[in-house]
């Protein structure tokens, strides 16, 4: 056995300890809410008996409703769900070519995910359903050697064991991966080095696998092992060109031979692991919704079961016969057939054929089931993501109902931005630069960022509940402007306490419309200096005319006064 195998075979077998505890609870959770991924403790096939226990669908369909409602609200297609901006000091007077810049990022990478071939959605859908059930999602970005679609995996949690890093952060992922014969040949078979090279590389895989090919059993599964983990700091190097020296390696090894297939890795961390909650010092493994409303699942399925025999019985109730017609014991089942003797207590003859009475309320248990049902749709908060309102209720007062529903769904929606997203686009940011489909940087970026002004890319999203909790602080400052509006119709000089182009330009984050709106604000200083140049110079130019004007009255006063006087001189000499 190849060493660097023995030594994560060793790593695997401690967390495969510490995933346990938690199993039990996934296979139950599966078995009510997605069958087809009863895998924790044997196949699907030998669960069918248990799958028949389950008498209500209502639970898979709050989890198939709480997984359509976060896709709309997070990773909307038809949405802009994302952006992203730079940080660092300095960045208040970016210019203009450059915030452009990276915003166009954002759009780059969801056009990424629109590509028909990607399957990002319908993975995504898969990745919120196991967000709903087990308490945790996981996504696998490959990077495709040629320019195809990006393509995207959704991690189930049955072929996944994870580990954390000191910040809590899951960094570390071993998988378990169900290939056929014909995929394991085909990915470490005998092949070239390279595109155009002559070179060939012989296979890695074992002579067990090559007694199949042999044997043309081509469709027979191989278990593979991968894990992804960071290397050590000076294994590394951001400049490697050779997979072997990237940030993250990858291993793959037969399960069953233990034969190492390769070694390689990846510029950035491939997969994205987010826990929907999860208790401080608790193992890496997180709690879901499907775990809260668990008890609920289980009493709805009884509940269920006790009304459909309570409406079996009324329907095709037990039947009470002379027991001169047959010996035999009490069947309380619908549709049964009891013998009883027709002498009754009170010595009274009763012959023929009756049906046994019920007390069974149906109508009571309804109620019941209903209750359960509906807490159940609470927990998976189906309240929250659908849109249920009066009828007469104004477009403020569905804003403010909306942005107080979004903002219960905080926690759930924080880790996603933390653990998932950043880690998202990072790996998208990275492959998509390497294709060449993001533009080059603006060249007085790469001065900033060689003076380190900008340190990094920072990534906001937009998404419905984004704007709902941005959207609170700019309904706190309408209400202070509603408040200061008689003082500042009395006097309007109160606005010099607010700075007002911060406020306009704070905009662009609160309800995020693209960055090329906003003006440069050197470009907004310049136009405001020509303005006031323009004016001074109107200013001017009216001024001028006024003396002009003012000059040719007095002119034409003085020669009316000399008129008068000369007059005066005449009148005065004919006296």
Not at 483 to 512: C, H, K, M, W
Request: glycine share 6%; aromatic share 10%; net charge negative.
């Amino acid at each position: 056995m190849h060493h660097l195998v023995k030594e994560l075979q060793q790593r695997l077998t401690v967390l495969k300890k510490s995933r346990r505890e938690a199993e039990t609870a996934w296979q139950e959770l599966a078995e009510f809410l997605q069958p087809e991924k009863a895998r924790f403790f044997g196949s699907t096939a030998d669960r069918d008996e248990e799958r028949e226990l389950v008498w209500s669908s209502v639970p898979e369909d709050a989890l198939h409703q709480f997984a359509a409602g976060i896709h709309s609200l997070l990773t909307n297609p038809a949405q802009t769900w994302m952006h992203t901006a730079l940080v660092g000091t300095g960045t208040e007077d970016l210019p203009k070519e450059v915030r452009e810049w990276a915003s166009n990022i954002a759009q780059i990478i969801m056009d990424a995910c629109k590509h028909e071939e990607s399957g990002f959605d319908a993975t995504m859908n898969e990745c919120y359903l196991d967000y709903g059930c087990f308490g945790q999602m996981g996504l696998f970005i490959d990077d495709p050697e040629d320019d195809s679609a990006i393509p995207f995996t959704s991690l189930s949690p049955h072929e996944c064991f994870i580990s954390e890093n000191r910040y809590g952060t899951v960094d570390t992922l071993f998988r378990r991966l169900e290939l056929t014969v014909r995929q394991v040949q085909e990915r470490w078979g005998r092949r070239k080095c390279g595109l155009y090279s002559d070179i060939w590389q012989k296979r890695t895989f074992s002579d067990a696998v090559q007694r199949k090919i042999d044997q043309k059993q081509l469709e027979e599964t191989v278990y593979v092992w991968q894990a992804i983990y960071p290397r050590k700091q000076g294994e590394w190097s951001d400049e490697a060109t050779i997979p072997s020296k990237f940030k993250y390696a990858s291993v793959f090894w037969e399960e069953e031979t233990n034969q190492l297939l390769s070694e390689g890795g990846y510029r950035e961390q491939p997969f994205m692991f987010a826990r929907f909650s999860k208790f401080s010092g608790s193992a890496p493994w997180g709690r879901g919704a499907g775990h809260t409303a668990l008890p609920h699942i289980r009493l709805l399925h009884s509940q269920e079961e006790s009304k459909n025999a309570a409406v079996e019985i009324q329907c095709d109730p037990p039947l009470a016969v002379d027991s001169n017609m047959f010996k035999g014991g009490v069947n309380t089942d619908s549709g049964a057939t009891n013998y009883y003797d027709g002498n009754g207590v009170t010595g009274e003859r009763s012959s023929g054929i009756h049906p046994l009475p019920s007390t069974a309320d149906v109508s009571g248990v309804h109620v019941l089931t209903k209750e359960r049902a509906e807490e159940i749709r609470t927990i998976f908060f189906n309240d929250q993501l659908q849109m249920v309102g009066g009828p007469n209720m104004t477009a403020y007062e569905v804003a403010i109902r909306d942005s107080k529903k979004m903002m219960l769904l905080l926690p759930m929606w924080g880790r996603l931005a933390t653990e998932f997203l950043p880690v998202f686009v990072e790996r998208m940011n990275g492959i998509l630069e390497r294709r060449g489909d993001i533009p080059e940087q603006p060249k007085i970026l790469k001065q900033m960022l060689e003076e380190r002004v900008i340190s990094r890319l920072k990534v906001a999203y937009v998404s419905p509940i984004t704007m709902a909790q941005k959207a609170s602080e700019a309904q706190t400052f309408q209400r202070a402007f509603e408040y200061l509006a008689p003082v500042i119709n009395a006097n309007p000089s109160v606005l010099d306490n607010f700075n007002l182009d911060e406020i306009a330009r704070d905009t662009q984050d609160l309800f995020g419309y693209p960055a090329k709106y906003l003006k440069d604000t050197q470009q907004r200083d310049a136009e405001r200096q020509q303005r006031a140049k323009q004016a001074q110079e109107a200013a001017q130019l009216e001024a001028d005319k006024s003396m002009v004007e003012t000059a040719d009255k007095m002119g034409s006063v003085a020669g009316k006064a000399d008129d008068i006087s000369q007059a005066l001189e005449q009148l005065g000499g004919a006296q």
